[in-house]
């Protein structure tokens, strides 16, 4: 069984800086490729960010894309989303999670997230 805990949210000014980490257990953790997740009150959760096993793929929402990296640390079990030129429309809940590649079909339950708070 894999359970997956994000930290790191809180609250930032537009413009400014924020880093998540997402902590997993379990022994496939080197071989799925993971994703990051978001819901902004009243919307859908949306995709945001993924890396592959080996931390050499990456994919990326276009809303993302350029103020956000993902990384991994295998050893560590943990993948991180930095984020870097926040705008008050990244203000979310974030979420990980093991990523099909399709969509936003998850192979785990969701866990709590973290929230993200963008501050205009």
């Known amino acids: 069984q894999v359970q997956l805990k994000e930290s790191g949210g809180g609250l930032v000014q537009a413009g400014g800086s924020l880093g998540l980490s997402c902590a997993v257990s379990g022994r496939t953790f080197s071989s799925n490729t993971i994703g990051w997740f978001r819901q902004a009150p009243g919307k859908e959760r949306e995709f945001v960010a993924a890396i592959g096993w080996t931390g050499g793929s990456t994919y990326y929402a276009d809303s993302v894309k350029g103020r956000f990296t993902i990384s991994r640390d295998n050893a560590k079990k943990t993948v991180y989303l930095q984020m870097n030129s926040l705008k008050p429309e990244d203000t979310a809940v974030y979420y990980c999670?093991?990523?099909?590649?399709?969509?936003?079909?998850?192979?785990?339950?969701w866990g709590q997230g973290t929230l993200v708070t963008v501050s205009s």
């Open positions: 999670n093991r990523w099909t590649g399709y969509g936003n079909n998850v192979l785990d339950a």
